[in-house]
C-alpha cells in the first residue's frame, strides 16, 4: 500500500506579512502597500520575517516525508536522483515551493484558458478539487498573458491566513505533466505588489474595504492597461480580504483590469461562511464568471498515459490508474510513477500493459491532499492514517482507531469529519467511510511505521474473528492479517492467509505473493510451512520472479519433503523444472535428466523428476520413457497421472505419433482428476496447443466448444496462435506482446514456443521485422522447448528481405536439428517453404526430397495441414493442376482465411492454378492487415494482368507499408528487395510519401510510426 508523488520542496527562505493592518484612511493604505514591497524586497533586513513552516503542523516535530525515507540535502533548487526528485529541508524558510506536479490534460486546459480569456467579468474564478492542477492553470494563464505582453500580478492565500505575492510559471519539464512553481518576491521589473488584505474591520466596514481596493485598483492600473491579477488559493482567504475582493471586482471592468482566482473544493472556514453569499452578489450582478476543472474521463486519461509512457496502455491499465487517482491530475501521476517504480507497467512494442510488480514501492512523497491532511494538526494526522487502515470496517472503525490511539471514538469522528470537510473523504451509508482520492488512502497507509501499523492491523482482526466488525472486501482483510503478523493467533492467520492467496490465483498475483510471504514466516508448524511454501513457489513463478521460486521448490524438496503429500512433491518438482528452464539453467537440467542431481525422495518421484527435466530440454523419447517408470504415473487419482499422460500424449505427438494424442482427445472423460478445475484447465490447454501447432484451428476451436469454454478462456499463448491462424494478426501481435510483458512464468513451455513462431510470423506479414526479432529475442532467452520452431519463424524474416539463400540455410539446419532430437512438430511447413524456395532456385531435386519427407509426415500425423502441404508441393513439383485443384479444395474446407491465400499465391506463382483467384487471394490478405503480403499479392497479379482494386486504397496501403519499411531502419536496396521494386522505384514513392504527408525526413516519419501518430 505504497504510492508515490512527485512533488518535492525545495527550501532556502521565505517571508511572511503580518496578518492584520489596522488603516483608516487611503494614505496609510498607500504607506501599508510600500511597507509590504519594501518587506518583499529585503526580507533578511526583517528580523520578524517568518513563515509558515512546511515540518508539518505546529506541535509537532514529524517532517512532511516519512521517517523510511529523508530527502538528502541537495542545497537549493530541486536535484533528480534516479530519476525522482528530491529537495532539502532545514530549518531555513523556504524562498520558493514547487507545487506537487499537476497531470492535467493540454486540451481541457486550453479550453479553460480560452473560456477566460472570451469571459468578460472582472472575477474568473477557476474551481477544484485537491490536485485537479489549478496552480498549473495559472501559470499556463501567465504564460499565455506574457505572451500577449499584458502585465500580470499575483498572489496567494496560505492555510494560516497570510496573503503572499507570487508569479506562477511552468517547470523546465514542460507543458505535459509540468510543475507549476509559484514564486514569492522579489521579481525583478515587478511594480508595487497589489494586495486585497488582510485589512482589519474590512468585513464590518465597507468604507474600509473600498479604501483597501482602491489602493489594490490603483496598483493594478500603474501597470498599465490590460493588467491581469492572479490569485491562488481562495479558499484560504479571511473574511476581511474577502470584503476587499468584492469591493476591488466591482472596480474592474473585465476588459482593462481583470482578476482571475482559484479556489479548491469543497471550502471551510471564513470561505464556507461568507463565500456563498458573496458569489451570489456578484453573480445577480454579472461580475463573476465561473469555471470547473474536472478530473481526467479514461479517455483524457489514456491519452496523457499514451504520452508519459510513449506507448498505448491497455484498458486494464487506464483502469487501474483512474481506479487510484479518480481522474485527478496530482494523484494520476502519482499513481503512474508508483506501478512503474513497482515494475508493474511493462512496454512491449507500442503498447503498455499492467503486469505484476516486481518490486514494493518507496513510500510516497506529500502530494497536496496529504498536505491538507497536515494542516489539520498532529491530531487528524494521526486518525487519519488509522482511518487509511479501518475504513473497510465499516461503524466499528471508529471505536478501533479510538482504541489504538487512546482517544475518544466521539473525537475520532469529529477528526474524520473534519477531513470530510476539506474533502479528503466522504462518508456513505452504513457509517462506511471512504477516501476522495483512494491513492491517498494508500499514501496515508504508508506513513504508518510498522509499530503503528500492526497495532492498528491486530486490532482489526481481532475485532473481525470476534464478528465485532466485517469487512467486504477479502483483500483488505488478507492484507490486515498478513500486516498484524504475530500480535494475532499465528496458526489461524496462516490458515486465512494460504485459504485468501489460493481464491486470488493469477488474478492477484502480487498480493498472493504478500499474504504467503507473511504466512511462511508465522507458520511454526512444518506441515503448514510446506503449505505456504508450495503455492508460494507457484506464485513466484507467475509473479515473474523465477529465482526466487526456485529457492522456495528446492527448500520443500531438500528440507521440507516428508511434510508434502505425494501429489505436493510432484507439484514442487514441476515448479522446479520450470524455473531452472525459465532462467536458462540447461547445466541443473541436464543433471536432473542424467539423474546426476539427487533429491531426498523416493525411486518415483526421482523418475517423474527425470521426466520433467527430460521434456524441458527437449529430449521427449526419455521424457515418455521416465514417465512410465513412475508407476504411480497410471494413478488417475493423483497429479502424477496428469503430468504422466500429459508427456505422454504431447512427447508423442511432437515425435510424429498422433494415435496416443488423438486417443487422450476422444477419452476426455476419462482425463485424471477432470473435478478438480485447475487440472482439468492443464489438460485442455495443452491439448490446444499439440492441435495449434500443427495448425488444427478448427479442431482446437470444437474442443472448446465441447468444453464449453469459449475462446478467450484458453491460455494466452495458445490465444495467440489461434489469432494468427484465424488471420488476426493485429490480436495475435497484441496478445504476443502482451505475454511477453507478463514474462516467462505464463504458460506451459511447448505452447510459448509455438507462440512465438505464430507472432513472429504475423508480424512478418506486417512488414515489422524489427518486433519479429525481439520476440525471437526473448524466446531464446529462455530454454524454449521445440527451439527449431523459432529457427523456422527466422526463416520467414530472411524470406521477406529477399535472402532466399540464407532462408534456405537457416530451414535445413533447423531440421536437421530435429530429426536428430526426434521432432517433427512443425517440420511439414518447413519442407513446404523449402520446396517452394527450391523451385524458385530452380532446385528440383530439394523440391523432390521435401515432396517424400512431408507424404510421410502427412500419413504419420494425419493432420489436415500435413496433408495440404503434401498436395501443395506434389502440384507445383508434378506441375500437376488437377493435384492443385483438390489442394484448394482442402485449404477452403479449413476455414482459415490466410493459409488459403498464401496457397492461391503460391499455386499461381508456379502457374497451377487460375490467375484470377488471385483477387480472392488479395481479400483474404487484407482482413488480416498484411501489408507486406498484399504488396507481393499485387506484384503478382499485375504480372498476370490481373486488375488491383481499389486504386486510392492501394496507394495509401503502400504508403503505410513504405512508412513501415523506413521505421524498420530498411535501406532503399533493402526496401527494394523485400517489395520486389527497383531501387529508383522506392526513391519515387518516398518522394512522393514526403510531399503528400508533410514529413521531411526518415526519422520524422519512423517516430510517427512508433509512436503510432501515422497520418496519411
Known amino acids: 500500500?505504497?504510492?508515490?508523488?512527485?512533488?518535492?520542496?525545495?527550501?532556502?527562505?521565505?517571508?511572511?506579512?503580518?496578518?492584520?493592518?489596522?488603516?483608516?484612511?487611503?494614505?496609510?493604505?498607500?504607506?501599508?502597500?510600500?511597507?509590504?514591497?519594501?518587506?518583499?524586497?529585503?526580507?533578511?533586513?526583517?528580523?520578524?520575517?517568518?513563515?509558515?513552516s512546511f515540518r508539518g503542523p505546529p506541535g509537532t516535530q514529524e517532517n512532511l516525508y516519512p521517517p523510511r525515507w529523508t530527502p538528502r540535502a541537495t542545497g537549493g533548487c530541486p536535484k533528480h536522483r534516479n530519476g525522482r526528485t528530491s529537495g532539502t529541508i532545514s530549518d531555513e524558510r523556504p524562498l520558493c515551493t514547487s507545487a506537487s506536479r499537476r497531470f492535467i490534460d493540454d486540451d481541457t486546459v486550453e479550453d479553460i484558458l480560452d473560456a477566460v480569456g472570451a469571459a468578460e467579468t472582472p472575477l474568473v474564478l477557476l474551481t477544484g478539487f485537491a490536485g485537479t492542477g489549478r496552480t498549473t492553470a495559472l501559470a499556463r494563464l501567465c504564460e499565455?498573458?506574457?505572451?500577449?505582453?499584458?502585465?500580470?500580478?499575483?498572489?496567494?492565500?496560505?492555510?494560516?491566513?497570510?496573503?503572499?505575492?507570487?508569479?506562477?510559471?511552468?517547470?523546465?519539464?514542460?507543458r505535459h505533466g509540468a510543475a507549476a512553481t509559484r514564486l514569492r518576491g522579489p521579481v525583478r521589473d515587478e511594480p508595487a505588489w497589489a494586495t486585497i488584505g488582510p485589512v482589519a474591520g474590512a468585513a464590518d466596514e465597507p468604507a474600509v474595504a473600498r479604501r483597501a481596493a482602491h489602493a489594490a485598483a490603483a496598483a493594478l492600473r500603474r501597470a498599465g492597461d490590460g493588467t491581469v491579477l492572479l490569485i491562488d488559493d481562495l479558499q484560504w482567504i479571511d473574511r476581511h480580504s474577502l470584503a476587499v475582493l468584492e469591493a476591488l471586482?466591482?472596480?474592474?471592468?473585465?476588459?482593462?483590469?481583470?482578476?482571475?482566482?482559484?479556489?479548491?473544493?469543497?471550502?471551510?472556514?471564513?470561505?464556507?461562511?461568507?463565500?456563498?453569499?458573496?458569489?451570489?452578489?456578484?453573480?445577480?450582478?454579472?461580475?463573476?464568471?465561473?469555471?470547473?476543472?474536472?478530473?481526467?474521463?479514461?479517455?483524457?486519461?489514456?491519452?496523457?498515459?499514451?504520452?508519459?509512457?510513449?506507448?498505448?496502455?491497455?484498458p486494464a491499465l487506464v483502469d487501474r490508474v483512474h481506479t487510484a487517482s479518480r481522474g485527478v491530475y496530482s494523484a494520476v501521476r502519482a499513481a503512474t510513477e508508483t506501478l512503474l517504480r513497482n515494475g508493474a507497467i511493462r512496454v512491449v512494442g507500442q503498447s503498455a500493459f499492467l503486469v505484476p510488480g516486481t518490486?514494493?514501492?518507496?513510500?510516497?512523497?506529500?502530494?497536496?491532499?496529504?498536505?491538507?491532511?497536515?494542516?489539520?494538526?498532529?491530531?487528524?494526522?494521526?486518525?487519519?492514517?488509522?482511518?487509511?487502515?479501518?475504513?473497510?470496517?465499516?461503524?466499528?472503525?471508529?471505536?478501533?482507531?479510538?482504541?489504538v490511539l487512546g482517544i475518544a471514538e466521539r473525537e475520532v469522528l469529529d477528526h474524520w469529519e473534519s477531513l470530510r470537510r476539506v474533502g479528503v473523504v466522504h462518508r456513505g451509508t452504513a457509517a462506511m467511510w471512504r477516501f476522495t482520492i483512494p491513492l491517498v488512502g494508500d499514501a496515508l497507509a504508508g506513513f504508518c511505521g510498522p509499530y503503528a501499523s500492526r497495532g492498528l492491523a491486530a486490532a482489526a482482526v481481532e475485532a473481525l474473528w470476534s464478528s465485532e466488525a466485517l469487512c467486504h472486501d477479502p483483500d483488505h482483510r488478507a492484507n490486515l492479517v498478513a500486516e498484524a503478523g504475530r500480535l494475532i493467533d499465528p496458526a489461524r492467520g496462516t490458515e486465512e492467509l494460504i485459504g485468501r492467496a489460493i481464491e486470488a490465483g493469477d488474478?492477484?498475483?502480487?498480493?498472493?505473493?504478500?499474504?504467503?510471504?507473511?504466512?511462511?514466516?508465522?507458520?511454526?508448524?512444518?506441515?503448514?510451512?510446506?503449505?505456504?511454501?508450495?503455492?508460494?513457489?507457484?506464485?513466484?513463478?507467475?509473479?515473474?520472479?523465477?529465482?526466487?521460486?526456485?529457492?522456495?521448490?528446492?527448500?520443500?524438496?531438500?528440507?521440507?519433503?516428508?511434510?508434502?503429500g505425494p501429489d505436493a512433491v510432484i507439484e514442487a518438482q514441476a515448479l522446479l523444472v520450470r524455473g531452472l528452464g525459465d532462467l536458462g539453467d540447461t547445466e541443473a537440467l541436464r543433471d536432473?535428466?542424467?539423474?546426476?542431481?539427487?533429491?531426498?525422495?523416493?525411486?518415483?518421484?526421482?523418475?517423474?523428476?527425470?521426466?520433467?527435466?527430460?521434456?524441458?530440454?527437449?529430449?521427449?523419447?526419455?521424457?515418455?520413457?521416465?514417465?512410465?517408470?513412475?508407476?504411480?504415473?497410471?494413478?488417475?487419482?493423483?497429479?502424477?497421472?496428469?503430468?504422466?499422460?500429459?508427456?505422454?500424449?504431447?512427447?508423442?505427438?511432437?515425435?510424429?505419433?498422433?494415435?496416443?494424442?488423438?486417443?487422450s482427445l476422444r477419452d476426455r472423460e476419462r482425463w485424471p482428476l477432470r473435478a478438480v478445475a485447475r487440472y482439468r484447465f492443464e489438460q485442455v490447454d495443452a491439448h490446444l496447443t499439440g492441435l495449434l501447432v500443427n495448425g488444427e484451428l478448427g479442431r482446437a476451436e470444437k474442443l472448446l466448444a465441447d468444453e464449453g469454454l469459449p475462446l478467450n478462456g484458453a491460455g494466452l499463448a495458445n490465444r495467440v496462435m489461434a489469432a494468427a491462424l484465424r488471420g488476426d494478426f493485429g490480436s495475435a501481435t497484441e496478445l504476443a506482446c502482451r505475454f511477453v510483458a507478463l514474462g516467462p512464468g505464463s504458460g506451459l513451455f511447448p505452447a510459448r514456443t509455438g507462440m512465438f513462431h505464430a507472432a513472429v510470423s504475423a508480424l512478418v506479414s506486417q512488414g515489422r521485422f524489427t518486433a519479429a526479432r525481439e520476440l525471437l529475442t526473448a524466446a531464446r532467452k529462455?530454454?524454449?522447448?521445440?527451439?527449431?520452431?523459432l529457427d523456422f519463424a527466422e526463416s520467414r524474416i530472411d524470406q521477406a528481405l529477399g535472402d532466399h539463400r540464407r532462408a534456405a540455410e537457416r530451414l535445413t539446419t533447423a531440421l536437421t536439428a530435429a530429426e536428430e532430437r526426434?521432432?517433427?512438430?512443425?517440420c511439414d511447413t518447413a519442407y513446404a517453404e523449402l520446396a517452394d524456395l527450391a523451385l524458385d532456385a530452380g532446385d528440383r531435386k530439394t523440391a523432390e526430397r521435401c515432396l517424400i519427407v512431408v507424404d510421410r509426415l502427412a500419413h504419420d500425423l494425419a493432420t489436415g495441414r500435413a496433408t495440404l502441404l503434401a498436395l501443395f508441393i506434389r502440384a507445383v513439383v508434378e506441375h500437376d493442376p488437377h493435384v492443385a485443384a483438390e489442394c484448394l479444395r482442402r485449404a477452403r474446407s479449413r476455414n482459415q482465411p490466410f493459409e488459403l491465400s498464401l496457397t492461391i499465391a503460391c499455386l499461381v506463382k508456379h502457374g497451377v492454378a487460375d490467375p484470377s483467384l488471385l483477387r480472392e487471394a488479395y481479400e483474404l490478405m487484407g482482413d488480416g492487415d498484411a501489408l507486406l503480403h498484399r504488396a507481393k499479392a499485387r506484384n503478382l497479379m499485375r504480372e498476370h494482368g490481373v486488375a488491383v482494386p481499389g486504386r486510392r486504397e492501394t496507394t495509401e496501403e503502400n504508403e503505410r507499408l513504405l512508412a513501415t519499411l523506413v521505421a524498420e531502419g530498411l535501406s532503399n536496396k533493402q526496401i527494394a528487395t523485400a517489395l520486389d521494386l527497383s531501387e529508383k522505384s522506392v526513391e519515387g514513392r518516398l518522394s512522393r510519401l514526403f510531399s503528400r504527408s508533410g514529413y521531411r525526413s526518415r526519422i520524422e516519419i519512423s517516430t510517427a510510426v512508433v509512436n503510432g501518430e501515422l497520418n496519411l
Not at 492584520?20 to 526580507?43: H, M
Not at 505456504?532 to 523465477?546: H, K, R, S
Not at 529462455?782 to 520452431?789: E, R, V, W
Open 592 to 663: 536432473m535428466a542424467d539423474g546426476e542431481l539427487r533429491l531426498p525422495c523416493g525411486a518415483g518421484e526421482r523418475a517423474a523428476l527425470r521426466s520433467f527435466a527430460c521434456a524441458r530440454l527437449d529430449r521427449w523419447m526419455e521424457a515418455e520413457r521416465w514417465s512410465e517408470a513412475d508407476g504411480r504415473a497410471s494413478q488417475d487419482g493423483r497429479a502424477h497421472a496428469v503430468f504422466g499422460r500429459l508427456i505422454k500424449a504431447s512427447g508423442s505427438l511432437w515425435q510424429g505419433r498422433a494415435e496416443p494424442f488423438d486417443q
Open 1 to 52: 500500500m505504497r504510492f508515490l508523488d512527485s512533488g518535492a520542496l525545495s527550501c532556502t527562505g521565505t517571508v511572511v506579512v503580518s496578518r492584520t493592518a489596522v488603516i483608516p484612511d487611503s494614505a496609510l493604505v498607500t504607506k501599508a502597500t510600500f511597507w509590504l514591497t519594501l518587506r518583499l524586497s529585503f526580507p533578511h533586513s526583517c528580523p520578524s520575517a517568518i513563515g509558515p
Open 144 to 174: 499565455r498573458y506574457e505572451t500577449q505582453r499584458k502585465h500580470v500580478s499575483a498572489m496567494r492565500f496560505t492555510s494560516r491566513g497570510d496573503v503572499l505575492p507570487a508569479k506562477f510559471s511552468l517547470s523546465p519539464a514542460g
Open 359 to 403: 518490486a514494493r514501492a518507496e513510500p510516497p512523497l506529500p502530494a497536496e491532499c496529504l498536505q491538507l491532511v497536515r494542516e489539520l494538526g498532529p491530531t487528524v494526522w494521526e486518525s487519519a492514517k488509522a482511518l487509511a487502515w479501518l475504513f473497510p470496517l465499516g461503524d466499528a472503525a471508529p471505536r478501533l482507531a479510538g482504541a
Open 507 to 564: 488474478a492477484n498475483v502480487r498480493s498472493a505473493v504478500r499474504w504467503l510471504e507473511a504466512a511462511a514466516d508465522l507458520a511454526d508448524d512444518p506441515a503448514q510451512r510446506a503449505n505456504a511454501l508450495l503455492p508460494l513457489a507457484a506464485a513466484y513463478l507467475a509473479y515473474g520472479d523465477q529465482e526466487k521460486s526456485v529457492r522456495t521448490a528446492r527448500l520443500l524438496l531438500e528440507g521440507l519433503e516428508e511434510h508434502l
Open 782 to 789: 529462455q530454454t524454449p522447448a521445440l527451439a527449431h520452431l
Open 822 to 826: 526426434g521432432l517433427v512438430v512443425g
Open 249 to 314: 471586482i466591482r472596480m474592474l471592468d473585465g476588459r482593462h483590469l481583470t482578476c482571475v482566482g482559484t479556489l479548491r473544493v469543497p471550502v471551510n472556514g471564513a470561505a464556507a461562511h461568507y463565500g456563498p453569499d458573496v458569489l451570489a452578489r456578484l453573480r445577480k450582478e454579472s461580475l463573476v464568471h465561473t469555471l470547473r476543472l474536472p478530473p481526467l474521463d479514461k479517455g483524457q486519461m489514456t491519452d496523457r498515459l499514451k504520452n508519459t509512457l510513449q506507448a498505448a496502455p491497455e
